[in-house]
C-alpha cells in the first residue's frame, strides 16, 4: 500500500489577499447569492472534477461578516500577497531542506463548488523537495504551497449552499510527502511531526480545524484515491485502513466479475410503465410527482451489489454515492430483493420485463426530476463500468466514524491558470538569508530542552511539543508557574475533563488555567482537587473562586486535618492496636476516600503515620 499525505495549516498572520485577521466572526451582517460556472484551464480544456461540480446546478450565498472585506466578496482585486505568511511558508520549507523557487507565482485553481466567491482557490508554489525522517524512515516531501482557505460551508437545503466568508482567505501552508507511507500509523506519526514543525513557527492558528489532512490512499493494484479534508488526527490511521480494504474488496470484486464476463448495458431503461402500480418509496414518489424511473442492466452482477463477509464496504453503495453526490436519496438495487415499496411481483415482473436471467442485476434510479434522473443514471452507469477495472481513482469527503463517501471525481491539471492580479513575488538570497539566520528551533531539539531546563520527563516533553499547548505552557510558566505542573494540567488533566458526547474538548482561557494554578500552588486546593475544579468549570462555574466554592474544595487545616485523622483511626482502635504501623494502609484508603482533593496527599499520609503511633502507643502504656 502507499499512501501520500497532504498538511494543511492555517497561518495567523492575517489573510492571504486581503488586510483582513485570520479569525472567524460569531456572526454575519449580510448576504448574497451567486452562481459559480466552469471555466476552462490554461490548456482551454474543463476539468472533470469542475465539470461534475457545476452540473449540480446549487445557488450559492455567502455571509459576510462585519469587515464587508470587498476583496473576500470578489468585489475589488485581491492585494499582493501577504508577505509574512510566505515568510512563515519559506521558513517551513527551509527546516524541511525544501529548496525555495526563484519567485513565487500566484496560480487560480478552479474551484466551482461555492467554497470561494471567484471561483477559483489561489495558491501558490513555494518551495520543492526536501525530506522529513520520522521514526527512522525519511519520507520525501514533494511542495510547500502557500494557498487561501475556502469559506467555511454552513448549510445545504433545497439547491442552495450556504458559506461564512470568515474563513475565506486565511493562510493555509500546504506540505505534500510523496507516497512513502505505508501504514495508517505511519501517516499519523508523519502527520504529527509535520503538525509540530508548522507550530515551531509560532504563526499558526490553534484549535479544531485549523489543520486539516488529504490522504492519498492507493493499495496494491489499485489506484489513487484522495481523501480530502480530514480534521481528526486520530482518524488518520482508520481512514487509511479502510480504504485499504474498500479498495481490496473491489479488486476481488473486479476478479469476480471478470470471471463471470461481466458486463454493463449502456442503456438505462425507462421502467416506469412497468412498476406504474408501485405506491410505496422513491418509486411511488417519483412516480406520484410525475418524474422518472431508470433501470440499469448489470449482467453478471447478481449476489455482488449487497453485504459482503468480513467487511462494511459494499459494491451497492458505491453506486448509491453516485446518486447521492447529484442530490439523490440512492439507488435501489436487485440485491435488495422485495424492497423500497416494491412486492416480490413487482420485481418479478421488472425482471422480466428487463430480460434478465439468474446472474443478472438491475439498479433502479427514481426521482421526481427525469432530467436529474437521467443525470444520475448516467454517473451511476460510470461507476458500475468501473467495476468491471477494480479501483475508480477518485475524491473521497471523510466521515466522522471513519468511513469515506464519494465526493468528486479527481481533479485534473486543467484546473490551474495564472492569477493576473497578484504579481508574482522574487525571492532574493537575503530574503532567504534572514529566515535561515532566525529558523525556529526544531521539535526533536524543543523536546530535550524542554527536559533539561523545565526538568519534564521526555513523555512530557513529548505531549507538549507533539501536541498543540506548547504556546500556553510556555506562556503559562513565563507567568511564574512551575513547569511539571503546567505540564501535567495541559497535556493530562485538561485532556481528562468529561464532555458530553459530540462536544467539544474542554477548552478554558488561559486566564482560568493561571487562576487555577495560583490557587494550587498557594494551598487553596491540594494538587488532588484540580481535575475536580476542571469539571467544575467544565460544567459552568464563572470562575475558579467559584468552582471552589461549587466543588467544597478547600484545603483543611492543620488542626480540621489531624481531627479528620484521628476520628478514622479511634473508629479502628481493635485494628490499630493489633498491627501498629502495618494498619497504614487500609486506614489509609478510608482517610483518602475522605480527605482526597482537600488536603496533600503525603501531608495527610504523616498525620495518619502520627495518629496510629499515639494509639497503638496507648495500648502498651
Ligand atoms: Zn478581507
Redesign the pocket.
Known amino acids: 500500500m502507499k499512501v501520500g499525505l497532504e498538511v494543511h495549516q492555517q497561518l495567523a498572520t492575517g ?1 492571504l489577499f ?3 485577521p485570520s479569525e472567524l466572526a460569531e456572526s454575519a451582517s449580510t448576504s448574497f447569492a451567486r452562481r459559480l460556472r466552469p471555466a476552462s484551464g490554461e490548456e482551454r480544456r474543463v476539468d472533470a472534477a469542475t465539470a461534475f461540480q457545476a452540473s449540480r446546478g446549487l445557488l450559492y450565498r455567502y455571509e459576510s461578516g462585519p ?1 464587508n ?1 470587498l ?2 466578496c470578489d468585489e475589488e482585486p485581491p492585494r499582493p500577497l501577504n508577505e509574512t505568511a510566505l515568510d512563515v511558508a519559506l521558513t517551513v520549507a527551509l527546516l524541511l531542506g525544501s529548496r525555495p523557487v526563484d519567485e513565487v507565482e500566484v496560480m487560480r485553481k478552479i474551484v466551482v463548488d461555492g467554497s470561494n466567491t471567484t471561483g477559483f482557490q489561489r495558491t501558490a508554489l513555494v518551495a520543492v523537495g526536501g525530506s522529513l525522517e520520522v521514526g527512522g524512515v525519511r519520507h520525501e516531501i514533494l511542495s510547500v504551497c502557500l494557498e487561501e482557505d475556502a469559506a467555511r460551508k454552513i448549510g445545504a437545503a433545497g439547491g442552495e449552499v450556504a458559506y461564512r466568508l470568515d474563513r475565506l ?1 486565511i493562510p493555509l501552508v500546504e506540505i505534500a510527502t510523496g507516497p512513502s507511507i505505508t501504514s495508517g500509523a505511519q501517516a499519523r506519526e508523519v502527520a504529527q511531526e509535520i503538525g509540530a514543525l508548522l507550530r515551531a513557527t509560532r504563526r499558526v492558528r490553534r484549535g479544531i480545524g485549523t489543520v486539516r489532512e488529504d490522504l492519498n490512499v492507493s493499495a496494491e493494484g489499485g489506484r489513487r484515491v484522495e481523501i480530502k479534508g480530514v480534521q481528526e488526527l486520530r482518524l488518520l490511521g482508520e481512514y487509511v485502513a479502510r480504504e485499504e480494504g474498500r479498495q481490496r474488496l473491489l479488486l476481488e470484486l473486479r476478479d469476480e466479475l471478470v470471471r463471470r464476463e461481466a458486463r454493463v448495458d449502456p442503456e438505462p431503461t425507462d421502467v416506469a410503465a412497468v412498476l406504474a402500480d408501485v405506491r410505496e418509496g422513491p418509486v411511488g414518489s417519483a412516480l406520484r410527482a410525475g418524474g422518472s424511473v431508470l433501470a440499469l442492466r448489470l449482467l453478471g452482477f447478481a449476489g455482488l451489489l449487497g453485504p459482503r463477509a468480513g467487511t462494511d464496504e459494499r459494491l451497492g453503495r458505491e453506486l448509491a454515492d453516485q446518486a447521492k453526490a447529484l442530490g439523490l436519496g440512492g439507488v435501489i438495487h436487485s440485491d435488495e430483493g422485495a424492497a423500497h415499496g416494491l412486492t416480490a411481483e413487482q420485481v418479478r415482473g421488472l425482471r422480466s420485463s428487463l430480460s434478465l436471467g439468474e446472474a443478472d442485476a438491475y439498479v433502479l434510479i427514481a426521482d421526481r426530476s427525469a432530467e436529474r434522473a437521467g443525470r444520475a443514471a448516467r454517473q451511476v452507469l460510470g461507476r458500475a463500468v468501473a467495476a468491471l477495472e477494480g479501483v475508480p481513482g477518485e475524491t473521497r469527503d471523510p466521515l466522522p466514524d471513519g468511513r469515506t463517501r464519494y465526493s468528486r471525481p479527481l481533479p485534473g491539471r486543467d484546473r490551474m491558470y495564472p492569477e493576473t492580479d497578484v504579481p508574482p513575488v522574487l525571492l532574493d538570497a537575503a530574503r532567504l538569508d534572514r529566515l535561515r539566520a532566525a529558523l525556529p528551533e526544531r521539535p526533536t531539539a524543543t523536546v530535550l530542552r524542554l527536559e533539561r531546563e523545565r526538568g519534564l520527563s521526555s513523555e512530557l516533553a513529548g505531549q507538549l511539543v507533539y501536541g498543540t499547548e506548547l504556546d500556553r505552557f510556555e506562556e503559562l510558566v513565563g507567568r511564574g508557574h512551575a513547569a511539571p505542573a503546567v505540564a501535567r494540567l495541559l497535556t493530562q488533566e485538561l485532556p481528562g475533563v468529561a464532555v458530553a458526547d459530540g462536544a467539544p474538548a474542554f477548552d478554558p482561557p488561559t486566564t482560568v488555567l493561571d487562576d487555577l494554578l495560583r490557587a494550587v500552588a498557594s494551598g487553596a486546593v491540594a494538587k488532588e482537587g484540580t481535575s475536580r475544579l476542571l469539571d467544575e468549570l467544565a460544567r459552568g462555574a464563572p470562575s475558579v473562586a467559584d468552582a471552589l466554592r461549587r466543588s467544597g474544595l478547600t484545603t483543611l487545616s492543620a488542626a480540621e486535618l489531624a481531627a479528620t485523622v484521628d476520628r478514622i483511626v479511634t473508629a479502628q482502635l481493635p485494628l490499630v492496636r493489633a498491627r501498629g504501623q502495618a494498619a497504614f494502609s487500609p486506614l489509609m484508603g478510608d482517610v483518602m476516600r475522605e480527605l482526597r482533593g482537600r488536603a496533600d496527599g503525603q501531608a495527610i499520609a504523616a498525620e495518619l503515620r502520627r495518629a496510629i503511633a499515639r494509639h497503638a502507643g496507648t495500648a502498651t502504656s
Open positions: 489573510k486581503c488586510g483582513c469587515s472585506c476583496v473576500e482567505g
